[in-house]
């Protein structure tokens, strides 16, 4: 087994945290015996700076070609805010049709949540998120602007195929697990697109008979989210409303530093890309302070995808317990820097389970 993996830096503490993560997966390919060709793409904000140039043709058909892509972060105060998360991470998303993006908000043990009382067992969910259209297809217009008469219309286009495919993927997902599909919208208000979502449920669940099915309206989701977790096993919604409760998700669990995501592509048409939630962190960057197990986690993401379960799992389970056994998430007080972090990590892969 070989895999084309294409791996993408960027910015800030986007190369720390890949570096470690690459530390991770050459362990992970001696003890499990895969291979790995790995192609380090420069692309972020010196790259655009010095070139101008962000996701170009050429480099759309060079990634392609490969099997998957790790992606670190990208975002520079010397850039313009939003013209790198625009022009490069939504332009790859739509480009590789990457219609599912995949969060699981996991509790693990010994990390510290902000939810008093919460246990590992109680949060062990994923999040499901459209990726590619509702509110975030950037159609809209704005009239009478500048003056005290300004409206500005800003749509969300919810396709019947577009929602169908996360749709789908989220009854197969709930099946593996504890078998429970929930939807989040705001039907009650949002009617056409509301109706739309909740038919495409209703109709695709009755080709999975054996999965429950639930709604709860993303207002009432951000107050069961903290409270009762266990509540939820797969929730499935829009990219807009997937944006917001992710984010809520990654506060429960710990912290930006312990979040992992997949962008998938399902139609095989091109790869799909894996990359902790949060971002370049320049307020921390070449320090070594920042926590990689959200890079680390997203590649064993990547790992599974390419077919390696195995070696997935063993990644998860040893940075679980490296994560345990730091005394803080990141900074000076994580005992180890970022790259000490992946070592440790590597070690335990290398070893065998912890
Ligand atoms: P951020 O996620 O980069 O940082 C937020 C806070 O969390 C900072 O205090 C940072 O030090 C901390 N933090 C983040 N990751 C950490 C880690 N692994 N370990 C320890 N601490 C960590 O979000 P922020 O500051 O809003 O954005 C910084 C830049 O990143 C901006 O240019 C933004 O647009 C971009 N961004 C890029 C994303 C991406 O590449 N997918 C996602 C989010 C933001
Ligand atoms: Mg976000």
Redesign the pocket.
């Known amino acids: 087994r070989n895999h084309r993996i294409a791996v993408v830096p960027?910015d800030?503490?986007g190369p720390e945290?890949i570096d470690a993560s690459l530390e991770v997966l050459a362990a992970a390919e001696t003890a499990f015996g895969f291979g790995t060709e790995l192609t380090r793409v420069e692309a972020g904000a010196r790259h655009y700076l010095r070139t101008g140039e962000l996701w170009t043709p050429e480099l759309e058909e060079q990634l392609r070609g490969h099997d998957a892509v790790l992606f670190g972060?990208?975002?520079?105060p010397a850039v313009q805010?939003?013209v790198l998360?625009r022009g490069f991470?939504l332009a790859m998303r739509k480009a590789f049709q990457q219609a599912v993006n995949l969060r699981p908000v996991k509790l693990y043990e010994g990390v510290a949540t902000p939810i008093a009382g919460l246990t590992p067992e109680r949060c062990d969910l994923v999040i499901v998120r459209e990726n590619t259209e509702g509110a975030y297809v950037g159609r809209g217009s704005t009239v009478h602007a500048g003056t005290p008469y300004a409206v500005a219309v800003q749509e969300s286009v919810n396709t019947r195929p577009g929602i169908e495919r996360v749709v789908d993927y989220s009854f197969r997902l709930a099946q593996q697990r504890r078998k429970k599909l929930t939807l989040c919208h705001k039907k009650n208000i949002l009617v056409e697109a509301g109706n739309l979502w909740q038919d495409t449920v209703d109709e695709v669940g009755r080709r999975y008979p054996d999965v429950e099915v639930d709604y709860v309206h993303v207002d009432a989701m951000c107050f069961h989210l903290p409270v009762a977790p266990e509540r939820f096993d797969v929730v499935v919604t829009d990219n807009l409303f997937g944006d917001i409760i992710t984010d809520l998700g990654a506060v429960i669990q710990g912290g930006?530093?312990v979040a992992a995501s997949a962008n998938l592509n399902l139609d095989g048409s091109a790869p799909s890309m894996f990359?902790?939630?949060?971002?370049?962190?320049?307020?921390?960057a070449g320090r070594g302070?920042?926590?990689?197990v959200?890079a680390v986690l997203s590649t064993a993401m990547c790992l599974a995808s390419l077919g390696e379960r195995e070696a997935a799992l063993a990644i998860e389970a040893a940075a679980v317990h490296v994560l345990a056994g730091l005394p803080q998430?990141?900074g000076p007080g994580m005992g180890m820097d970022t790259a000490g972090v992946g070592k440790e990590i590597a070690s335990l892969v290398g070893a065998g389970l912890p």
């Open positions: 960027g800030g503490i945290v972060a990208m975002g520079d805010p939003g998360e991470i930006l530093g990359e902790a939630i949060h971002g370049s962190a320049p307020d921390i302070w920042a926590n990689p959200g998430l990141s």
